[in-house]
């Protein structure tokens, strides 16, 4: 019955997508269509003391124009109502919308646009994290008091600390005062554009009552209740309809421009449609945030960790969008990998004038575990023992409590994990000679607990339909994971299964394609919902075979009695008869992981208490520089990644060099440089994605450990790949130069510097 498991099953969109005959958000276009534009700020910070609108609303093509003054003062968020439509008195980024326009074209409302009188009295741009908590900071929002939160939901604030975390327990200062070291580090991290291949787009209709809002998006149900947030509606105003998505990682979470398509379409009365060009997508998308971290460790004489003292601060951008309950992140890592005494930990998201900041794939965990795992480099190498020693005699075990006092119950997966890639290749082979290092790093990453629904149905010919808002984000959860867990249940092939597109009028609420949850969730989801399909295909096969329930079996599309060969039928049989007699066959199901218990006075702030379902990994990087260039090679790269049980093992492999690929990149080259308040990058071509030829090849061993609560043991796979790259790099590229190695990305100008760095 379960066959399909561990088959590496071609994906449903395959033909579609290679094609191009897959609709993509890009694509949508409906029957009287208009054209909508966004008017933006063109500085980072300042007060609007004119805007003249209206040779913009008598420009060829145009039927309408609005701004702030035209709409109620409202203020909407993900979790902090901070953000208003369009900027009224302030601008606080460059990017911000303060008008927008509709009209028969995109090009006749540029050309519109361009009519605008407006003058902003631009003011100094808070962009310094450490600058913009000191006392005397001037304010991104002077008003920040008055801001509201959902009900029962609250967390330390106050002026640009759009939220704090902070973990002092008993201990700490004694640990230090008797430690025979104290080590400390402080590192940065750059700002990460997702780069995908399909900027921000939406396109609404409205037809009187209700708006339909056609999205390439990751989240629906979010945007649903984001946009009636925004706009004063009922969510069941609104339906949501998904479309293919080229590529979001996180960036497509939150919303974008769905509220400003829907209130133009209510505006004018027909559909408009929203798309950024890729320049203000690449100005105002909710990138990886920026950080500062500071980092202590008292040590003993034997290498024991006696303490820790950890100090975040976070970049929010001008806006909260998701980076209240990130605050909460460093408290699952600072004490997660390696045994450690009591940890502080201080972590602040601050407000800048940039743009806001918010979920990209692995979140902050990139930059936390690189200031964790180059900080035991640091460590290691002041105690004078071998880095990869040193971790192994470190490593937590099984029943290790974090400092959220989560008990982790299966922590001896990471020395398995540092096993697995010393037999791809040994530590002591790799680095060897001029200009190289390696470097090894370590991660434990949570799957994504929030809930999941799913409807299976029974079809007339015998195929399973399934469906759920859940989306395929380009992993291949929807496209092959989820089918072959449906197809599983009933011993089909996935072929035989079909996965609708998302639809918020017709499918049940899913939390999006996020925090590698979808192939868990869902996907346990519709195991649920099979034990309804079976039971009724039983029931009904059961009336035609003139047999006992409990004497049938499910194989290969038929339903018969259990050692009588002769005695089946076909499942479209049983659909036909079924559906005649007392209606079709279907079932639902939901989900959502149990949280695992947690010390609920660990800490203040802490939105984001657990990290159930917890994977480990280790990864592995050989470098070569080049002292004249200071390019970096990456010669080897080598993983090992706990993912529960592998559905489809090649979905799985291409997950892992996906996220090696873009960590590497963030590693390495990608940084949007912030110089008062703007983005010195503003193209692809200048951002610096990397490119094939710096991709080296990614040597994976997959480690199994089914979860017993998980669809056949499936476990989060999708985020942890790249979490720890920068880390492994970071810790390779310091062995080759024998200096320390602070800052991500850790370009060829930084290499240089440290060449000439005194020692």
Known sequence: MTTEIGRSAIRSDAVAKTTGAAVFGTDVALPGMLHGRLLRSPVPAGRIVELDLGRVGEAPGVHAVTCAADLPERRSGLVLMDAPLFAGEFVRFEGEPIAAVVAETREQADLALAKAVLRIDEIPAVTDLEEAVAPDAPLVHPEWESFGTPPGMDWP???????????????????????????????????????????????????????????????????????????????????????????????????????????????????????????????????????????????AADGAMLARDVDVLMDSGAHATDIPFLASIPMHVFGALYRVGPVRI???????????????????????????????????????????????????????????????????????????????????????????????????????????????????????????????????????????????????????????????????????????????????????????????????????????????ELIDGTVGVVGAPTSRIPLADVAVAAQAAGGPITGSGSY????????????????????????????????????????????????????????????????IQGGVAQGLGYALWENLRIVDGRYLQRTLETYGLPLSIDIPEVEIALLEHPDPAGPYGAK?????????????????????????????PITAERVLEAIVRPT
């Open 157 to 299: 604030r106050s002026g640009n600390v759009v939220a704090e975390s902070v973990a002092d327990p008993d201990g700490v200062v004694e640990a230090f005062e008797r430690a025979a070291h104290v080590v400390e580090d402080r590192f940065e991290a750059g700002r990460q554009y997702q780069a995908y291949m399909e900027p921000r787009m939406a396109v609404a209709e409205f037809d009187g009552q209700r708006f339909t809002i056609h999205v390439a998006h990751q989240f629906p149900y979010n945007i649903r209740d984001r946009v009636a947030a925004a706009l004063g509606l009922s969510p069941s105003d609104i339906r949501v309809v998904g479309h293919h998505i080229g590529g979001g990682f996180g960036a497509k979470l939150d919303t974008g421009l769905e509220s400003y398509a829907a209130l133009l379409a209510r505006q004018v009365g027909r559909p408009v449609r929203l798309a950024n060009d890729r320049q203000e997508d690449l100005l105002t998308c909710q990138c990886r945030d920026n950080a500062v971290i500071r980092i202590r460790t008292a040590v």
């Open 592 to 655: 959502t992981t149990p949280m695992p218990p947690v010390n609920p006075t660990c800490a203040t702030g802490m939105l984001f208490p657990a990290f159930p379902t917890p994977t480990y990994h280790v990864h592995v990087a050989e470098v070569e520089l080049d002292p004249v260039t200071g390019g970096i090679r990456v010669l080897r790269y080598l993983v090992a990644q706990e993912v529960g049980r592998a559905i489809n093992p090649e979905a799985v492999r291409g997950q």
């Open 346 to 552: 201080r972590t602040r998201a601050v407000y800048t004038n940039t743009a806001p900041t918010g979920a990209f794939r692995g979140v902050n965990g990139t930059h936390l575990y690189f200031a964790l795992e180059r900080h035991m480099d640091h460590i290691a190498n002041e105690l004078g023992i071998d880095r990869r020693e040193y971790r192994l005699a470190s490593l937590q075990s099984d029943g290790a409590e974090l400092p959220t006092g989560q008990v982790l119950e299966d922590a001896g997966i990471l020395s398995e994990a540092f096993e697995a890639v010393e037999q791809i290749t040994p530590w002591a082979e790799l680095g060897q000679g001029p200009n190289r290092g390696v470097g090894i790093a370590a991660c434990m990453w949570l799957t994504n607990p929030m809930p999941g629904s799913a409807t299976l149905k029974l079809n007339s010919d015998g195929t399973l339909g399934v469906l759920t808002a859940a989306t395929e984000n380009g992993s291949g959860a929807i496209a092959t994971g989820v089918r072959q867990i449906a197809a599983a249940e009933f011993g089909l092939p996935a072929e035989s299964v079909v996965v609708s597109m998302p639809d918020t009028d017709a499918a049940a609420f899913d939390a999006g394609s996020q925090g590698s949850r979808t192939t868990h969730i869902v996907g346990r989801a519709i195991q649920e919902a099979a034990v309804q399909v079976r039971d009724r295909i039983l029931e009904t096969a059961a009336v035609l075979l003139e047999a006992a329930v409990e004497d049938l």
């Open 716 to 744: 989060g796979v999708a985020e942890p790949p790249i979490i720890p790259v920068a880390a492994a790099i970071g810790n390779a590229v310091a062995d080759a130069l024998g200096t320390s190695v602070d800052e991500v």
